[in-house]
């Protein structure tokens, strides 16, 4: 087993390019998550306008304001796992999480 550090280490001995490939992977990193949470914010639109519950009568249901369901269906705010599993509940949906692995080399 080899970490993440190491393999970068062996095929980055190069302080200054190891640390170009690191800032790469950062920013590809953090597109993934913009990504990801898009995804997720949709899909919770999507689920809560199948219901027929309004914004309102979620956050409602969930003790919040309206703006911020608005601000997480935007994506404009991320939304943790206890606050998704609260929704789901509010909505009387069931969440799945899916993760597939894939090799790193």
Request: with cysteine; net charge positive.
């Amino acid at each position: 087993f080899i970490t993440l550090d190491e393999m970068v280490r062996l095929d980055y001995p190069d302080p200054v390019k190891r640390r170009k490939f690191m800032k790469e992977v950062r920013a590809e990193m953090e597109a993934l998550e913009a990504e990801y949470q898009r995804e997720l914010s949709r899909k919770l639109q999507r689920a809560r306008e199948s219901t027929g519950i309004s914004q309102q009568e979620l956050a409602y249901r969930l003790g919040t304001q309206k703006t911020a369901i608005s601000r997480i269906e935007s994506g404009r705010q991320n939304i943790t796992m206890g606050t998704l599993v609260r929704t789901c509940h509010a909505m009387d949906a069931k969440c799945k999480i899916d993760i597939k692995i894939s090799k790193l080399r």
